[in-house]
């Protein structure tokens, strides 16, 4: 305003120095109007605000000393001044009255009004002052001149020290449900004598009594290899830190044939009662079994936490599992009015193979079965064509929605290949259909098909191929099953094992041998994996873009979308570079990146990936990542690349 009056002030003198006498008079008359009306409204602004000052101020004395029992405090919130406070305000603060301005920053500091002048009431962060913990309310005081530009606040202080002491100790100390169970327990002890297991299970029991007392919780025995462990919750940080260091140790006791013990813990938390903690660590115990083993997983009322679970799962099945899960299958069939089979989206050589031994069994029991797929976009075109050409397959595959359209009470979905709702071919079948059967090799992910009345999950096994091909040799005379089919189901082992190379066991090369015997071509079997020159060279091209991380990791990250198959080749085929153990490529697809990932070394890439929502096994895994450009995906990658090595 200075500056406005000094213009006009000159304005004035100019017209006098030009002798232009009447306009100069005119200024200045206009000028010394409005200067003195200036003056009289900004007095009287001042006076309506001291008033307003000094009325609340009157206000607060005779009720706040007396009425409010704990520290109240007026501040003019443009500038966080302190106006005014009671007698248990300045106790705490030991602030004083002084002629100069005080800010509550400067008393409290750290503390902050922007939550009062956003319209909040009570502060987000307790405020912490000499060893004492606040919980701080307040509320914006109306101005009665809106003009005067001062917005004032008031704030309360409750001293909840004790309650929140409580409450923390309350958090710390609530009970938390852990089971351990030592994973391949009849591996440990068969053939061995009763000195020996009685060594045996007293280095165990002192492995897990060890662990557990680090965290003064209450251990018991329940069954020859399941253990009890009740604990605060105080220690499951603790726990964690360490990467539940039992998983190290117990690896360090072996039998007298060197085989290596490995636990699995499960722990709930979050739950209402004891009973609910139980029945969380049961099913984390259940998922750790089902992804191999050998790791810890935290349940609570939402999700799953993973800890472990870099080793590769060594074989735990038995034949005895699978006749029964052939003979309830078969069951299952003969009481379906109709039987649909779906693998996952952008369905491969396994999941066709694996459907195709599916829809052999539904033939040979009378029922009929559809394959579920999208003909356009998927990875097996080339055994796609081989089997419509097929008389058994002639009306055999339809689209999701014309499954949907068929569907009844009575119908029967069989997935193969994929355990996670969100990557099967069609999901509103999925949740149209009340009866499903899951057989899949891949580890269990966090979102998995939830109940189904028939669960062939074996992460050991190379492929769902093989699985399926088990169940048929326990089903169904070999002359059942076609030269196509046998091939179709061979193909899909050859592609999950990476030609036998990866991921295979003493069973993988029984199933391949079956097969073998009915007809397989070995031949044929080769063509389905060739591919033209085009398809070469983009391959080839993909490699050239990699690049070493690590020494042992190569990362192609690509800037144009590239064929699937075509990238999942190129992730093979880096593994046949000298010193490559571990490959991902990346590439964008219309709102998301994809990735693919392939390990012959210690790197466990379903590990790596689960991270990033992606999910597979030790050895071959993939990600879809929405919204996310590949720069920022490969971030991501190179972070969790880092966190799994960590030691």
Request: proline share 2%; charged share 25%; net charge negative.
């Amino acid at each position: 305003m200075a500056a406005y009056f000094i213009v006009m002030a000159l304005f004035c003198a100019a017209a006098l120095i030009l002798r232009q006498y009447y306009l100069a008079a005119g200024e200045a008359v206009v000028l010394l109007l409005l200067l003195a009306g200036y003056r009289w409204a900004n007095a009287r602004r001042h006076r309506a605000l001291n008033e307003y000052v000094q009325t609340t101020n009157e206000m607060m004395r005779k009720s706040a000393d007396s009425e409010v029992p704990f520290p109240v405090a007026l501040i003019q919130l443009n500038e966080d001044e302190l106006l005014w406070y009671n007698k248990s305000f300045a106790d705490l603060t030991n602030v004083k009255d002084t002629l100069s301005a005080q800010f509550v920053t400067d008393i409290l500091p750290g503390f902050s009004t922007e939550w009062l002048t956003s319209g909040k009431t009570t502060c987000p962060d307790e405020l912490r002052y000499r060893g004492r913990r606040f919980r701080v309310t307040g509320s914006v005081l109306p101005s009665k001149d809106m003009k005067s530009g001062v917005v004032m606040g008031m704030i309360y202080l409750q001293d909840l020290t004790e309650l929140l002491q409580v409450r923390d100790e309350y958090i710390r100390s609530r009970p938390m449900v852990c089971i351990v169970l030592v994973d391949n327990y009849d591996e440990l002890t068969n053939n061995l004598q009763e000195a020996e297991i009685s060594r045996l299970n007293a280095e165990i029991n002192k492995r897990i009594s060890d662990w557990a007392d680090q965290y003064n919780g209450l251990l018991r025995r329940l069954e020859r290899n399941r253990f009890l462990l009740l604990f605060e919750a105080k220690e499951l940080s603790a726990m964690a830190d360490t990467k539940f260091s039992l998983l190290e140790a117990m690896r360090e006791v072996t039998n007298a044939t060197g085989i290596a013990a490995t636990v699995s813990i499960g722990i709930g938390k979050d739950g209402v009662d004891f009973r609910e903690n139980h029945s969380f660590a049961a099913l984390s115990i259940e998922m750790a079994l089902s992804r191999g083993g050998d790791q810890a997983v935290i349940k609570d009322r939402y999700d799953f936490t993973f800890f472990g679970g870099r080793n590769k799962a060594t074989e735990r099945r038995t034949t005895v599992k699978s006749r029964v899960m052939a003979s309830s299958l078969a069951e299952l069939i003969t009481q379906s009015s109709r039987i649909f089979i779906m693998g996952h989206k952008m369905a491969d050589l396994d999941a066709i193979g694996a459907a195709a031994g599916i829809c052999c069994l539904c033939r040979h029991k009378g029922k009929k079965a559809n394959i579920v797929i999208d003909p356009e976009r998927n990875a097996a075109e080339s055994m796609l064509s081989i089997l419509r050409e097929m008389p058994e397959y002639a009306d055999c595959f339809i689209s999701g929605q014309d499954a949907l359209v068929d569907a009844d009470a009575k119908s029967l979905l069989v997935v193969v290949d994929t355990n996670r709702p969100d990557q099967v071919e069609c999901k509103p079948l999925l949740e149209s259909i009340r009866r499903v059967v899951v057989i899949d090799h891949h580890r269990r992910a966090a979102d998995y098909i939830e109940q189904p009345v028939l669960n062939l999950h074996e992460p050991y096994a190379s492929s769902a191929s093989e699985l399926v091909t088990e169940l048929l040799q326990y089903s169904l005379e070999a002359t059942a099953i076609t030269a196509n089919e046998a091939a179709a189901l061979l193909a899909g082992i050859v592609l999950d094992t990476k030609n036998f190379g990866v991921r295979t066991n003493s069973r993988t090369f029984e199933a391949a041998a079956f097969l073998r015997r009915i007809g397989a071509d070995t031949v044929q079997v080769k063509k389905l994996f060739q591919n033209d020159l085009p398809t070469t060279v983009a391959r080839y091209k993909i490699i050239q873009n990699a690049r070493l991380y690590r020494q042992k990791i190569a990362i192609a990250a690509l800037d144009y979308t590239a064929n699937r198959t075509t990238a999942a080749q190129a992730a093979d085929e880096l593994l046949n570079i000298s010193g490559i153990e571990t490959s991902f490529v990346l590439y964008p697809q219309d709102d998301q990146t994809i990735i693919s990932a392939r390990s012959i070394g210690e790197a466990n890439v379903q590990v790596i990936l689960e991270p990033l929502g992606g999910g597979g096994n030790a050895a071959t895994a993939g990600a879809q990542v929405k919204n996310k450009s590949v720069s920022a995906t490969l971030e991501e990658l190179i972070k969790s690349i880092d966190k799994f090595f960590e030691p």
